[in-house]
T-cell receptor, first 112, second 111 residues
Framework: SQTIHQWPATLVQPVGSPLSLECTVEGTSNPNLYWYRQAAGRGLQLLFYSVGIGQISSEVPQNLSASRPQDRQFILSSKKLLRSDSGFYLC???????????FGDGTRLSIL | RKEVEQDPGPFNVPEGATVAFNCTYSNSASQSFFWYRQDCRKEPKLLMS???SGNEDGRFTAQLNRASQYISLLIRDSKLSDSATYLC????????????FGTGTRLKVLA
């Protein structure tokens, strides 16, 4: 069966520091991969998605970037965090538009 | 108009009650539909996919009405553990791999 791993679970970073969040999927190949952010009490905001190695679609212009160096690995990065980057970051995978998404446990990011 | 709209609630219902949520979508060509539940400070978890003919999973029944462009979720015999936020998700037709999430309906089941 497929599993998704996302780490770390929580992160506290100072403003201006870099960020790297990693997500890996096991048990399937060529998944579609997604990064979302959820602010407290709000809905999910799609940040990036990828349908293949090296293919990244950006949904919201901001100081975040994403990379997919391997088929089942998706990384969210920032060179300099802003206070507004705080939130709950979720990675998800699916096998197609007609298939449901499955989420990792999420990373709760606090910017001091 | 939002692509996917849900009543934010909260719906406060007693244990054992039946409760129904609706979710409307704006794109008539939308392809697939899902219900997720999200507990406080947790990730969304798939509750059920919604099929054209309607489908049932235990106490949960999902319906799709393409003519009126809405999906529904019915929960029978509500349990305290059903308290959560229920998210409606729609996938558009061709040209994108995005999933469109509603902002969720909050359910509180009261003892």
């Amino acid at each position: 069966s497929q599993t998704i791993h996302q780490w770390p679970a929580t992160l506290v970073q100072p403003v201006g520091s870099p960020l790297s969040l990693e997500c890996t999927v096991e048990g399937t190949s060529n998944p579609n991969l997604y990064w979302y952010r959820q602010a407290a009490g709000r809905g999910l905001q799609l940040l990036f998605y990828s349908v293949g190695i090296g293919q990244i679609s950006s949904e919201v212009p901001q100081n975040l970037s994403a990379s997919r160096p391997q088929d089942r690995q998706f990384i969210l990065s920032s060179k300099k965090l802003l206070r507004s980057d705080s939130g709950f970051y979720l990675c998800a995978w699916s096998l197609g538009r007609d298939q449901p998404q499955h989420f990792g446990d999420g990373t709760r990011l606090s910017i001091l | 108009r939002k692509e996917v709209e849900q009543d934010p609630g909260p719906f406060n219902v007693p244990e054992g009650a039946t409760v129904a949520f609706n979710c409307t979508y704006s794109n008539s060509a939308s392809q697939s539909f899902f219900w997720y539940r999200q507990d406080c400070r947790k990730e969304p978890k798939l509750l059920m996919s919604v099929y054209s003919s309607g489908n049932e999973d235990g106490r949960f029944t999902a319906q799709l009405n393409r003519a009126s462009q809405y999906i529904s979720l019915l929960i029978r015999d509500s349990k305290l553990s059903d308290s959560a936020t229920y998210l409606c998700v729609v996938t558009p037709t061709s040209g994108t791999y995005k999933y469109i999430f509603g902002t969720g309906t909050r359910l509180k089941v009261l003892a």
